[in-house]
């Protein structure tokens, strides 16, 4: 989300407009603010539950599992899968929508950033998936859940209809994406034994095609293929077929629906989360649709209805945006898509004016960091802001959230009217939220604004904040189609007992387990069926979950890319001028930085080759012999195949070894990370300050 620059322009002129606003204002609009309260107080909302004890403790001692106020029935282990009997599909859910919104507006998008955005109403979107499906039947795919078709897209109504396309036949879609790049989605292709992938555009096709498995037969293209492509495809024996082409066929062969069972999978979600090949995560609709209701029960008065309007923006390759979408279509709401250039966001949001919006919190960091930088050198927009925060916060406290407040006029108007003017809901996910960007969120837009924990495996999210909780920095309490348990992780010294451990998962959203991988599937759900997530939790005292680390030190960044640090640290070490390197990185950070211990003879060989006296501590605060080292270790990252997320932003050298003696290493010479984070936190932090 680094280059949403537009939605920083509107910022600007928010600053501007606060900046330009005169002492004299400021001290009459205290006077005017109070008058105006008066005048308009509004009502606090009661919160759903109790904010000082959010869930329901099942078992004391040990294991001490957490389930949801929201479900009386899961204190005996009975989870919530679905709330009406016709609606247990995502095929049953888009005629659910269809069906609340009296065919209204379903797939919304832009010809260009000039131009309006145009709708497909529900019951054209269901004949188009509908022909489209029966296209993909006519093709000689075989309907059933173990027949599965790729698509390879950014956000877009094709992408939908294609979803629903799938699901006419209960057929399984398996999305790829560029971060996974061609070799993954290659293994993906040839180990789903996917005969189609519907692509959009030329580049994608190319990137397929340079590691074109044998099972490819044909590719399915949203956007015209330049001639030396299609060429390139037949050349490869691939045929080439345009989306229309597909509709067409479908409609003309009218192919009988076989709908979807609740327990078929309706897709496998490759995560590149960890080291060798990306895991397939299965998840059926019943999994998919636990996660939808239970989300809208928890959002009581605040859930999605037939009306909203939401943003597409994140991946839909990624099961957040994925499982956003099928809750606004399962209530009947629109979803109107972005111009496909994350720069222009701010001018779709204008245009499109949303009421629900999903984000990610690298968006709102760079918002709140630019207006906090602007902000720093002038008092009067420095006090009017303050006063304005600090008045909206206090409402938040009591449980108002609003934005007509005479400090949403005169302050945050601009901000609003950035985001579109409407929004209602944010949901915000992916990775960890600093606290103080959370309340700003709050108070500027004025709208509800959730923060939730989940993995993939989970569909999306198995946490989610409860309206009235004005409490940061945590992900509230569990969700009704889960409970959730810590185990101790001995080796971190984090222990049930003392509320902290690794979290595990037990209920109707858990993912069935890795596609064709066994063995990956056993180390992650254990016999009795609880998921074990890898992250570290807390239990704090109001029964909301905090999460506070990373089991098997893998960590995700603020865009919600997953960094292995030992994988780089192994490809660093190689370079001949590093001793050892400890990678970090935290995650509400978007990159990484190192620690390096350099190697004694090569650097100073080569300080005495170039005429640079020096002990190897003065060696290490100089310029020069940081540049070199660092570039070496980025070529060696880049021949590595390191990712631009996975490579290093900065470094500092220490001249000094890790060791066991200095505890920084174990017995057994491996990194102890806690205290090395411990130990050279001032220079970590320094280095984070340079790069903000």
């Not at 877009?156 to 999305?175: A, F, K, M, T």
């Not at 555009?201 to 498995?213: C, G, H, I, S, T």
Request: net charge neutral; aromatic share 8%.
């Amino acid at each position: 989300m680094n280059n949403s620059t537009g939605l920083l322009d509107d910022m600007d002129n928010y600053l501007q407009y606060v900046g330009g606003t005169t002492g004299a204002i400021a001290l009459t609009g205290i006077a005017a603010a109070s008058a105006y309260y008066l005048a308009t107080r509004p009502v606090p909302e009661k919160p759903l539950v109790p904010l000082d004890n959010q869930t329901t403790l099942v078992l004391e001692g040990a294991e001490q599992i957490h389930t949801s106020r929201f479900s009386k029935d899961a204190r005996d282990g009975k989870f919530v899968s679905y709330l009406t009997e016709d609606c247990q599909t995502l095929y049953q859910t888009f005629r659910h929508g269809a069906y609340e919104s009296n065919n209204g507006p379903c797939l919304g998008w832009r010809e260009s950033l000039s131009s309006p955005y145009q709708w497909i109403n529900y019951n054209e979107a269901l004949l188009r998936a509908k022909n489209f499906g029966s296209g993909l039947i006519s093709l000689g795919l075989e309907p059933g859940p173990k027949t599965f078709v790729c698509i390879y897209s950014q956000n877009r109504p094709e992408w939908v209809l294609c979803e629903q396309g799938c699901y006419n036949y209960s057929l399984v879609l398996v999305p790829l994406y560029d971060t996974l790049g061609p070799d993954a989605c290659a293994y993906i292709v040839t180990q789903t034994e996917s005969t189609v992938v519907v692509v959009e555009d030329d580049k994608k096709v190319n990137l397929l095609l340079d590691k074109a498995p044998k099972n490819l037969k044909k590719l399915i293209i949203i956007k015209p293929l330049r001639p030396a492509t299609a060429q390139r495809a037949k050349n490869r024996g691939i045929d080439i077929h345009t989306f229309d082409e597909i509709e067409k066929l479908g409609a003309s062969k009218n192919v009988p629906e076989v709908p979807p069972r609740p327990t078929d999978l309706c897709t496998i979600c490759y995560t590149s989360g960890t080291t060798g090949h990306p895991k397939g995560v299965m998840l059926s609709h019943q999994n998919v649709i636990a996660c939808i209701v239970s989300v809208c029960m928890q959002l009581g008065e605040h859930k999605l209805r037939t009306g909203d309007v939401m943003i597409s923006f994140l991946p839909l390759a990624h099961m957040l945006e994925r499982a956003c979408e099928n809750a606004m279509f399962y209530n009947g709401g629109s979803i109107g898509y972005y111009s496909g250039d994350i720069k222009e966001l701010t001018n779709d949001l204008k245009a499109l004016k949303p009421t629900v919006m999903p984000a990610v919190p690298r968006l709102l960091n760079r918002v709140y960091d630019k207006i906090q930088g602007e902000i720093a050198n002038s008092p009067i927009k420095k006090m009017l802001f303050r006063m304005a925060l600090n008045s909206k916060e206090a409402e938040l406290r009591r449980g108002i959230i609003r934005r007509n407040s005479l400090w949403d006029k005169l302050v945050f108007r601009k901000v609003q009217e950035a985001f579109g003017g409407r929004l209602r809901l944010m949901v915000v996910g992916s990775a960890p939220l600093a606290g103080t960007v959370l309340t700003f969120t709050r108070c500027a837009l004025g709208c509800i604004v959730v923060e939730g924990y989940g993995q993939t495996e989970c569909v999306a999210a198995v946490t989610l904040t409860v309206q009235g909780d004005y409490m940061v920095e945590h992900v509230g309490p569990p969700l009704a189609c889960a409970c959730i348990k810590l185990v101790d992780v001995p080796e971190m010294e984090y222990y049930a007992a003392n509320q902290q451990g690794e979290v595990c998962i037990k209920g109707s959203c858990v993912f069935q387990g890795y596609y064709r991988d066994p063995e990956r599937t056993a180390q992650t759900i254990d016999a009795n069926g609880w998921h074990h997530t890898g992250d570290i939790g807390q239990w704090l005292s109001n029964g909301t979950l905090k999460i506070i680390d990373r089991k098997k030190h893998i960590f995700k960044l603020s865009q919600g890319e997953y960094i292995v640090p030992e994988k780089i640290e192994n490809i660093y070490v190689n370079s001949q001028y590093v001793d050892q390197v400890f990678v970090h990185g935290e995650s509400l950070k978007s990159c990484i930085v190192a620690i390096v211990v350099p190697n004694v003879e090569t650097v100073k060989a080569w300080a005495q080759a170039n005429d640079i006296p020096g002990t190897l501590t003065v060696l290490c605060n100089n310029p020069e012999v940081k540049h070199l080292i660092m570039s070496d270790m980025i070529a060696l990252g880049k021949e590595a195949g390191l990712k631009s997320f996975e490579q290093v932003k900065d470094i500092h050298l220490h001249p000094d070894p890790f060791s066991v003696q200095n505890q920084l290493l174990t017995p057994t010479f491996k990194s102890r990370r806690p205290q090395l984070r411990s130990y050279f936190k001032p220079q970590l932090d320094d280095m984070y300050k340079m790069l903000d």
